[in-house]
């Protein structure tokens, strides 16, 4: 049984979509029994520390069941915190298609199959690469990202960089995106039930244009958080605080949503916030911090 006192600090494995990241755990306690924090390191995994910290402290319904049993100190949630891409939108049709179809106009045919694989290559090693930096973003940043990504995943075509301007410009327009079916039910019951709602997002500027031009989200054109407009990318606590800010709710009050187990779950915990991770493709398994598996198990999580 691992030492869960306060201070202490523990070695723990996160999965994400079948990835594992490694984490250094500190214990906060007694003030905040409920919660831990985290912060990314290359370290090894202890299976039983792991079981105990996602079974018990990195639970969304705590605060819920606290506030139901009168503890005052947590209180019910007031806001929903909504990650962008893979919870609310998708890229439609599929990256590897829109990939291809660029490498087609110029003349260099690819099989969807070889572009999916270099395409989540290549955007886990610069997702990783972040992790372990300052998470410091900006728009021109987030500009070579991209422009690295494409240029690498359509390496063999004349022309990647006209290749990449063609991709970064259809994906700043909400032709490229749609909603996932269960975006419209959720939002419509957080609406009446008067929560606070905000979408916040690892993403550019190009956000807001492809959120006010779908008309599911148009509402929340305002509501709106992004990381190179904040300045740090999710995980950081600074992104996390402007969400708090733009909600005007109290971190210990809103419930962050998303299916990335490192930025939407686990970096909201560590600033305060509760958290969910959503499984879309039901890739979790038991030792995982609590999920849903699809945005409908965000209302069930509000009733219960
Ligand atoms: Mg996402």
Not at 16 to 35: H, N
Not at 80 to 103: M, R, W
Not at 269 to 293: F, H, K, M, T, Y
Request: proline residues 6%; negative net charge.
């Amino acid at each position: 049984m691992p030492d869960l006192a306060h201070g202490k600090y523990l070695r723990t494995v996160a999965s994400c979509g079948g990835d594992e990241v490694p984490f250094l755990v500190s214990i906060v306690r007694p003030t905040m029994p409920d919660r831990v924090q985290a912060q990314p390191s290359v370290l090894k995994r202890i299976g039983s520390a792991k079981k105990e910290l996602t079974r018990s402290a990195v639970h969304p319904l705590r605060g819920n069941q606290r506030a139901m049993k009168g503890h005052a100190a947590v209180g019910p949630i007031e806001g929903i915190v909504l990650d962008a891409v893979g919870t609310l939108i998708e890229p439609h049709p599929p990256v590897a298609e829109a990939y291809a179809q660029a490498a087609e106009r110029q003349g260099v045919t690819l099989e969807t199959t070889v572009v999916r694989a270099r395409f989540r290559e290549f955007f886990r090693r610069d997702e990783t690469s972040d992790q372990l930096g300052s998470l410091e973003t900006n728009e021109v940043v987030e500009y070579q990202r991209w422009r690295r990504i494409v240029t690498s995943v359509l390496a063999e075509v004349p022309d990647p960089e006209q290749a990449f301007r063609e991709l970064w410009q259809y994906f700043g327009t909400s032709e490229a995106w749609r909603c996932f079916g269960d975006v419209v039910p959720l939002l419509d019951s957080l609406r009446a039930e008067g929560l606070s709602v905000c979408i916040a997002s690892n993403f550019d500027s190009r956000l807001r244009n492809v959120v006010s031009g779908l008309s599911e989200l148009r509402p929340l054109s305002e509501q709106v958080v992004i990381s190179s407009e904040v300045g740090y990318r999710k995980p950081h606590p600074a992104f996390y605080e402007a969400v708090e800010t733009l909600c005007g709710i109290p971190a210990e009050k809103l419930l962050s949503v998303g299916d990335d187990v490192e930025n939407d779950v686990l970096g909201a915990l560590r600033s305060g916030l509760r958290g969910v991770w959503l499984d879309r493709g039901g890739n979790g398994q038991g030792e995982n911090p609590p999920r849903i598996a699809d945005l409908g198990g965000v209302l069930s999580l509000l009733k219960n």
